[in-house]
């Protein structure tokens, strides 16, 4: 059994930065890449950043020179450091890692249940 738990969520004002974690437990033979995703009310669920087995990273547009992706392969724990906050980044963010359990099964992704960040003033 995978389960990956986000942390780091919560209020903050315009402008300010939050860290958000996501750790990754339970049976992991390896973890590929890993990513966080976002949804805002009403909104479809969208791509926000990922970083891959390697530490290369991608960004969307829309976060790009603000967030930064990171990963800590020993913790098996993903980072979404968030910086120059805007109320419309004020979204659920989800985690997901695509992880093989053992040595039979193929990889897949795994998500965890999300974490509530909202910038407002």
């Known amino acids: 059994q995978v389960q990956l738990v986000e942390s780091g969520g919560g209020l903050v004002q315009p402008g300010g930065s939050l860290r958000l974690s996501c750790a990754a437990s339970?049976?992991?033979?390896?973890?590929?890449?890993m990513g966080w995703y976002r949804q805002a009310p009403g909104k479809q669920r969208e791509w926000v950043a990922t970083?891959?087995?390697?530490?290369?990273?991608d960004y969307a547009g829309s976060v790009k020179g603000r967030f930064t992706i990171s990963r800590d392969n020993a913790k098996n724990t993903v980072y979404l450091q968030m910086n120059s906050l805007k109320p419309e980044d004020t979204a659920a963010y989800y985690c997901v890692a695509n992880i093989k359990p053992d040595q039979i099964l193929g990889s897949r992704d795994y998500w965890g249940l999300g974490t509530q960040v909202t910038v407002s003033s």
């Open positions: 970083v891959s087995s390697g530490g290369s990273t």
């Open positions: 339970g049976s992991i033979f390896s973890i590929n890449r």
